[in-house]
């Protein structure tokens, strides 16, 4: 079967076996799969052990636990990592800082023909899903999921009455967007900023601007630049929160210590999610009550290193792998 490499110079398609099925689990033919802005930043830093590729759908192809749940032939979308809910990271919450979260994956990696997934992605991260929706949507359960952590680490909470909270997105790129949309999905009042007039008319396009006039509750910050610190600080009010959710370029670089401490404001930091976030994804996602048509750019398996070139020099907004 064909499956991506990465040596920590260059992506190649190489000819790999099929894995086997020799422990509870199952085999899943890979229909395509998303590619993350982690997978980019791991590209970026030469990481030759990344395992690129974890926004899946597939079919089942086989299947060895047999309950109710799952049958050959479903349409999943799954995430890669689970925890173990018994340390104590698990039992404070901190799911993604668990080391058998850290320690489970896919195998090979998302983008291969086929992957083979053990009984606990069964169990907590792998989802049918509903049929109406084309590919590159289901490919979205992972990087909702991870949004809606962000969003609960907040403070909000879904199907509460949120109204009364505003929330500003810093960062319109595809994870932004995506916060924009489940922020809405929450109820809060909802803003986006970004530098790029093109990813701030396109955030018009699905109905989200930027006040001017205007302070904010909460402040996501999802840039990748040091730049967006300044202005996350700037546009939050006084005894405000800044979710911190996205990585910058220059580890020597954070936020002022003195405006932390003099206005009070809460800095909350949100990186992967837990198996309810995952759960409130596949939800919203099925139920189409978040909507992520169009957003999406197509390229087959063996065009990989161009649509990474691609999604680094920002010709697209967001990659999707046909396999």
Known sequence: ???AKFDGEKISVIQTQKPLLDSQGAIIKVLGCGLCGSDLVKIKHKDKTA???HEVV??????????????????VSLTHHYPCF???????????MCRTFKSSNIYP?????FIKIDKNHLQYTVYKMNTDLKEDEMAFLEPLACVIRAIRRSGLVYNNDNSKKSALVVGLGSIGLLMLKALKAFGAETFGFDISSNRTDLAKKHGFSFREDKKFDIVFLCAGSSKSLETALNLVIDGGKIVVFSSIEKDDIGFNNNEIYYRELSIIASYSPSVEDIKLSSELLNSKKIDVKNISTYYNLDNLACAVDDSLNNRVFKAYIKI
């Open 58 to 75: 597939g079919i089942i192809d086989e299947i060895n636990v047999f309950d109710d749940k799952f049958k050959k032939g479903d349409i």
């Open 1 to 3: 079967m064909k499956s």
């Open 51 to 53: 395992i690129l590729g």
């Open 86 to 96: 018994e340390c104590d990271f698990c039992k404070n919450e901190s799911y993604s």
């Open 109 to 113: 990696c998302g983008f291969s023909e």
